[in-house]
């Protein structure tokens, strides 16, 4: 009896032990904090603080999977932004990602919140990924879905390049050959296209070369008057791995109709972005870009939003461990003298910034 009662115990712990393996839930986040000084054309001065989320934004996620079976997977991300500086929550609960989907030989499909997909394709290339510069708003955040530019979104689907109301698909990679594509549902009864947008990626990714498109389209958005008022984006991107040293380029084209948001005429714009990277060894690595915004904007109001704008950037990076790194970032803008880019205090103002900051993956 008692040999029986062992080795029920032995295949029920088994069982059990098989059932926890099939399901996992992961806490994750980011810690990073950096000391700032901005000059911005502010008459007082130059501002020096501390700032959440300079090399990477600061944030808590819990992300989850299941397998069942056959090769799926059921899968869940809550991502919430955080201000390590005082303690504050940042974009909402969990405003920078909360999805739920399934993976599996066909890819991955997932429905929520998440970054919009040129926003994706964009942060793949560049080495500064919208981040240490402007706290993440210099003008590499100029590019589609950014939050510093006439094509920003105001309406109830996309905000500050995250969609909402969305379906995400990633394909499987085919010797080399991936994409993805989005559908935010603009939810507006008798008016299926209003607030929705959608976007497709093509990438190949092999032998050290990465090249890849991106289309983004934003359809009119809620509570704006214009019949057709649709924004769009073009960008094509491509990196190669010389050794030590990646070099990337990134250029895009804007366009909108307006009036919205006070404007009225049109949006034509073109962003590039040459850059690089230099991994010395696995804990010491210099990045540098230059970025150039062609604006090519006809309004009649809101001025102080259009004209061209130049930036160059160079940071680096040295890792204490896997997990931990800090990093020095400095970046210089100039703009023409009707351009407030790069959040400058004044139209035409340079805008420079010395960046001194840690960062901790858990």
Known sequence: MMKKSLLALTLLGAFSGAAMAQSSVTIYGVADLGLRNVKDGTAAGSTTSLTSGTEQSSRLG?????????????????ETGLNIDSGTSQGGAFGRKATVGLSGDFGSVDLGRDKTINNQFIDAFDPFASSYINNGSGLSSLYFYGSNTPLAPTGNNTTAGRVNNAIFYNTPNWNGFHGSATYGFGEVAGARKLGSSYGVTLRYTNFGLDVGYSYSLENQQVGLTAVDNKRSANTFAISYKFGIFTPVFIYEKQKADLPYAGFSGRTDQKNFTVAGTVQFDQANSVKAGFTKIVDDTVVSAAAGTVGDAKQWA????????????????????????????????VNGADVKEFTLGIRHKF
Not at 62 to 78: C, H, M, P, Q, S
Not at 319 to 333: E, M
Request: charged letters at 20%; aromatic letters at 14%; hydrophobic letters at 35%.
């Open 62 to 78: 819990f992300k989850g999977t299941e397998d069942l079976g056959g090769g799926l997977k059921a899968n869940f991300v809550f």
């Open 314 to 345: 160079i940071a680096y990076n040295h890792d204490l461990s896997k997990r931990t790194g800090l990093y020095v970032a400095y970046a210089n803008t100039t703009q023409d003298d009707n351009s407030r880019k790069a959040f400058a205090a």
